[in-house]
């Protein structure tokens, strides 16, 4: 089964949430788990030397075999690594590694990264003040702020910005646009999408203009916030289900290229009991 974990604002914990989860499923579950890297950040996160072996950026534009380019985590638990290449935009090979992906009995966990793109905002979509849609006014924090803003999702945005790509030919070919897309399809292929975000409204008001609907938001807390699961849950229409402490020795882990050995108990200890364990 293919879960897809991504966020709409940047630092939200996608990429640490992803590895968490593949390293408890491995330990924990006895679970055959594939980590599937989108975003380049992975290795250092485990910490692995700068990636010089070849990933799924080469696969793209290289005939390689996709089982060979996964590297061993645990025994248990294999990465498929970005790679050190450009992304490239090749649907074909796309389509492969979808179809790849898919027939694998593996539990797949894909780290999408920041899916938010400027074109899900409404330009002509200010409030009363004249803030913009990205400058919101400053939560009351003594009342829960609307988060909904009354806007209808941006189910077109993505079809737009297609049909600019097609009448650009080549704008698209590669970088971080080719990049984008790859990251999107995965997604769309996934049969669990959880939406990783912290309790932030600047982060949390952007769910209503996502073209995605997630099934699950595993919710990051931080002390002195506002907003709470119950805010989430209304504005994602899916269950939070995790919520987890914002905490500084994950971050350390992280900084020291620890994570895979160094997880605090406390943190996977609550992503042990996730529904989407249940599969």
Request: charged letters at 20%; proline letters at 7%.
């Amino acid at each position: 089964m293919i879960h897809a974990f991504w966020s709409l604002k940047g630092g939200s914990g996608t990429t640490t949430t992803a590895i968490a989860i593949g390293l408890r499923w491995a330990r924990a579950e006895s679970k055959e788990v594939l980590l599937v890297d989108t975003q380049g950040d992975i290795p250092h996160a485990i910490g692995l030397a700068e990636p010089g072996a070849k990933g799924i950026s080469e696969w793209l534009t290289q005939n390689e075999d996709l089982s060979q380019l996964e590297y061993q985590i645990t025994s248990k638990l294999s990465m498929l690594p970005l790679g050190s290449e450009e992304v490239a935009a090749n649907p074909e090979k796309q389509q492969k590694l979808l179809e790849y992906l898919t027939g694998d009995p593996r539990e797949i966990i894909i780290d999408c990264g920041c899916m938010w793109r400027h074109e899900f905002s409404n330009p002509d979509m200010q409030s009363k003040a004249g803030s913009k849609p990205d400058q919101p006014p400053k939560p009351n924090l003594n009342q829960p702020p609307d988060l909904s803003l009354n806007q209808p999702p941006a189910t077109s945005q993505l079809e737009t910005a297609s049909s600019s790509d097609a009448a650009n030919p080549g704008a698209s070919n590669t970088g971080f646009e080719a990049q984008f897309l790859l990251a999107r399809a995965l997604l769309e292929a996934a049969q669990n999408s959880v939406l990783v975000t912290k309790s932030c409204f600047l982060a949390l008001r952007r769910i209503s203009r996502s073209p995605w609907q997630p099934t699950g938001v595993i919710l990051l807390m931080e002390s002195g916030r506002a907003l709470a699961a119950g805010d989430v849950t209304d504005l994602a229409k899916c269950p939070v289900i995790a919520q987890l402490e914002v905490d500084v020795r994950v971050g350390r882990a992280i900084d020291a290229g620890l994570l895979a050995s160094d997880l605090p108990k406390n943190f996977s200890d609550t992503l042990a009991d996730l529904p989407l364990l249940n599969t």
